[in-house]
C-alpha cells in the first residue's frame, strides 16, 4: 500500500531500525555515571550529538537533543524570549508557521507580548523586504521555518536571517521539514527539528542554539542536556535519529533529484487528467517530495477516504477533513482554494509505478465523489434584475461553491450570483472559485439570516 504521507512521519529508516537495536543493548545506562556502563552510554550520546551537529551546522555544544521536534520549538521560543526580556517582547512569526510555532506564539501574546504576524502570498512564501520591515525596536525574537509543512514552499531564510542579523534580532528556523534534505542556509541563530520527520524514531527533536545568542531556559532546573532538556535522554532513539540522519543525508541529492521528477509528473499530469483542480505552493522554491493541490466540487473527507480505499495514505488541509470546520491556517493565509485538499508527500524509496498507479485512480475516485454529492436544487430568491440568491447557509464545503456553479450561468453577463454561507472555507473558496473560472468576486458582506452573504459577478 503506497503511503503518500511522509511529510506527517517518514518511515523508519533501515539504519534508524538497526542502530536503535543496537544501542538498546549498549545505550540502556545512564550516560552521567563514571562506571564502565555509564562512559559506554556517554561515548554513544557524544557520538550522536556529533553527528547531528555536523548535519545541522553548528557546534557539538551547541545542540541538544529534546523529547519532541514540538518541545525543541517551545524550549527554543520561550528561552530566547526569556533571554532578551530586557530588549522587549515583540516576536514576529509568519503567518504559515506550524502549528507549534503559533500555539508558542499565541501563549506568549496571552500573557502579555506582542506578537507580528508576516503575511505570504499566493505560493505560500513571505517577502524578505516585508519580514525586515516587521522587525521594529523592541523584537526579541523571529520565527521562520524553512519549507511549508503543507505546500512544500522553501521560505527565504538566508534574507531573512540576513535583515534579522542587521536588526539585532535572533531568528530561530524550524526545519523539521528540510533538514533530512540538507543544512539551512543563512545566519540563524536558533534551530529546530524532529527526527520522525527524516526518518528517525518517534520522540526525538534536536534544538540548536548558537553561543553568543542570549537563552534563559524556562521551568525547573535540570542537569542534563545544557539544563535545556530535562529528563533522563532516551539513549536509542537519539542514536537512532542521529544514525538515520547522517543516512539519508548522504542518499539526499540522488533521491531529492529522482523525486522531485516524481513530483513534477503529478504537478504536470494532475490539472490535465482531472478538471477544475488548483495546484498550490511555488513550483521551484520547494521541497523535493511534496506537492499539494485542491479539487472544486470535491468533500475532502470523501476524498481522503476514497483514496485510502483504493490504497493510498494521503493528507489534507481541507477544513471538510477537521472538526474544527475551519480550514487549514496555511490555506487561509495563501488565500488558495481549500477544498478537497489533497497532499501528496513522497517518502524515500517511492516508485514511478506507485506514482503512476496513483494519477490512473485519481480522476475515477474525484469523478466519484463529484458525482455522490451532487449539486442540490438550488434555492433561489428574485433579488432583482439579474440577480440570484443561493441559501447555503447550513451546509459544509464544497456544497456552497456546487450550488453558486450551477446558477451562475442563469444570470446575465454583469448579473450577480449572492451566495448565503456559514461555512467558514466559503471565504477561501468562493474567490479561489472566481479566479478559477474566469469571475468576478465582489467581495463579502454580513447576512442578515446570519454567516455572511458572498456576492459573484458574472463575467465570462
Known amino acids: 500500500m503506497p503511503y503518500f504521507d511522509a511529510a506527517s512521519s517518514a518511515p523508519l529508516h533501515p539504519v534508524a531500525r538497526q542502530a536503535l537495536l543496537a544501542s538498546l543493548d549498549e545505550g540502556w545506562a545512564d550516560p552521567a555515571r563514571l562506571y564502565r556502563e555509564g562512559r559506554r552510554a556517554r561515548m554513544l550520546l557524544d557520538a550522536a550529538r556529533e553527528a547531528a551537529a555536523e548535519a545541522v551546522g553548528c557546534r557539538p555544544d551547541e545542540l541538544v537533543f529534546t523529547p519532541s521536534g514540538t518541545r525543541a520549538v517551545h524550549s ?40 507580528t504576524e508576516v503575511q505570504v502570498g499566493r505560493s505560500g512564501a513571505v517577502e524578505a523586504a516585508a519580514f525586515a520591515a516587521a522587525l521594529e525596536p523592541g523584537t526579541a525574537l523571529a520565527c521562520l521555518q524553512s519549507a511549508n509543512h503543507e505546500v512544500g514552499t522553501a521560505q527565504p531564510v538566508a534574507e531573512v536571517a540576513e535583515a534579522c542579523g542587521a536588526a539585532g534580532v535572533p531568528l530561530l528556523v524550524d526545519a523539521a521539514q528540510s ?12 534551530l529546530a527539528a524532529s527526527a520522525h520527520k527524516w526518518g ?6 534536536l534544538l540548536a542554539v548558537r553561543k553568543g545568542v542570549r537563552f534563559s531556559p524556562q521551568g525547573p532546573a535540570d542537569e542534563r542536556e545544557s539544563g535545556r532538556a530535562p529528563g533522563f535522554e532516551n ?28 513530483v513534477d509528473r503529478i504537478r504536470a499530469r494532475v490539472p490535465q487528467l482531472v478538471p477544475d483542480v488548483e495546484v498550490v505552493g511555488d513550483p521551484v522554491r520547494r521541497l523535493p517530495h511534496l506537492v499539494t493541490f485542491s479539487c472544486l466540487y470535491v468533500d475532502g473527507e470523501t476524498l481522503l477516504h476514497e483514496l485510502d480505499r483504493e490504497g493510498f495514505s494521503v493528507s489534507s488541509g481541507s477544513s471538510c477533513t477537521s472538526s474544527t470546520l475551519t480550514p487549514s491556517h496555511v490555506l487561509r493565509a495563501m488565500g488558495v482554494l481549500s477544498e478537497g485538499n489533497v497532499r501528496v508527500s513522497l517518502p524515500t524509496g517511492t516508485s514511478e509505478e506507485d506514482v503512476d498507479r496513483f494519477l490512473a485512480v485519481l480522476p475515477g475516485v474525484v469523478a466519484q465523489v463529484r458525482e455522490r454529492l451532487g449539486a442540490p436544487e438550488a434555492t433561489t430568491e428574485p ?11 447550513g451546509k459544509r464545503c464544497p456544497i456552497p461553491v456546487i450550488e453558486l456553479a450551477k446558477v451562475i450561468g442563469d444570470v446575465p453577463v454583469g448579473g450577480t450570483v449572492t451566495v448565503l454561507a456559514d461555512d467558514e472555507a466559503a471565504r477561501l473558496d468562493i474567490p479561489a472559485w472566481c479566479e478559477m473560472r474566469g469571475q ?20 465570462a
Not at 533538514?179 to 536558533?190: R, T
Request: charged share 20%; hydrophobic share 45%.
Open 383 to 393: 433579488g432583482g434584475s439579474g440577480s440570484l440568491v443561493i441559501d447555503a447557509l
Open 179 to 190: 533538514l533530512g534534505w540538507g543544512p539551512v542556509e543563512g545566519a540563524w541563530s536558533l
Open 200 to 205: 528517525g524514531p518517534a520522540g526525538v527533536g
Open 440 to 459: 468576478e468576486y465582489v467581495g463579502e458582506e454580513p447576512s442578515p439570516r446570519g454567516g455572511s452573504a458572498y456576492v459573484v459577478r458574472r463575467v
Open 76 to 115: 527554543g521560543i520561550s528561552g530566547a524570549l526569556a533571554g532578551r526580556r530586557r530588549v522587549g517582547t515583540r516576536l514576529v512569526v509568519s503567518a504559515v508557521e506550524h502549528s507549534s510555532v503559533l500555539h508558542a506564539a499565541e501563549t506568549h501574546a496571552a500573557a502579555g507580548g506582542s506578537l
Open 235 to 262: 539513549l536509542p532513539a537519539i542514536v537512532a535519529a542521529a544514525a538515520s540522519l547522517r543516512a539519508v543525508r548522504a542518499e539526499a541529492e540522488a533521491e531529492g533529484a529522482r523525486l522531485r521528477g516524481l
